[in-house]
């Protein structure tokens, strides 16, 4: 974990310098060198003095880099299609993914469908036969539906035109797709 090149970045970008920082802290300028520097491992107590003069969380401090946050670029999406729906897949964290699912008029996700997780749906252009169960209903522009995804699920497009639904999904397990 590299927490003193973060304390580092996050000191410089706030324009503060060492001088600055050990006379507000009562840290000696040599130690936040040597801290900033992964040189020495800072204790609890003192990544709470920095974490507080920096203005930051002390867990943000904490985390590793593959907890912090990601960007993905509309340009670095990955896409992929299934029954001819094109989708967009526009960021995944842990057990969440989302996605960005166009239905051309007349398709649908294919057979009924379950699997592990949690769904949030949010249609964006279009009209949407979805089904859960014997649930059914007709969504529309600005309509969302979630639903527990082990029950068995279907959704369609029955408008004239392309529908496209931003999903999200939720699972134990961790994706690694995108």
């Not at 970045?9 to 920082?21: G, S």
């Not at 999406?77 to 995944?92: D, E, G, P, V």
């Amino acid at each position: 974990m590299e927490i003193g090149s973060k304390i580092r970045t996050i000191r410089n970008r706030k324009k503060i310098t060492i001088a600055k920082m050990s006379e507000a802290t009562g840290l000696s300028k040599g130690f936040i060198s040597n801290v900033e520097n992964n040189n020495t491992s800072p204790s609890i107590n003192t990544l709470q003095t920095l974490s507080r003069y920096l203005n930051v969380p002390l867990t943000y401090l904490l985390l590793e880099k593959k907890q912090q946050m990601r960007v993905v670029r509309k340009d670095e999406r990955a896409y992929s299609s299934f029954n001819n729906l094109k989708i967009q897949h526009l960021t995944s964290k842990g057990g969440l993914r989302m996605m960005q699912v166009e239905f051309p008029p007349g398709t649908s996700m294919g057979e009924t469908n379950a699997h592990e997780g949690e769904e949030c749906h949010l249609v964006l252009e279009g009209e949407l036969l979805a089904e859960q169960g014997e649930d059914s209903t007709v969504v529309k522009k600005g309509d969302s539906f979630s639903w527990n995804a082990s029950v068995p699920h279907f959704v369609k497009n029955i408008g004239e035109g392309k529908a496209v639904v931003l999903i999200s999904v939720y699972s134990d397990t961790e994706f690694t797709d995108i």
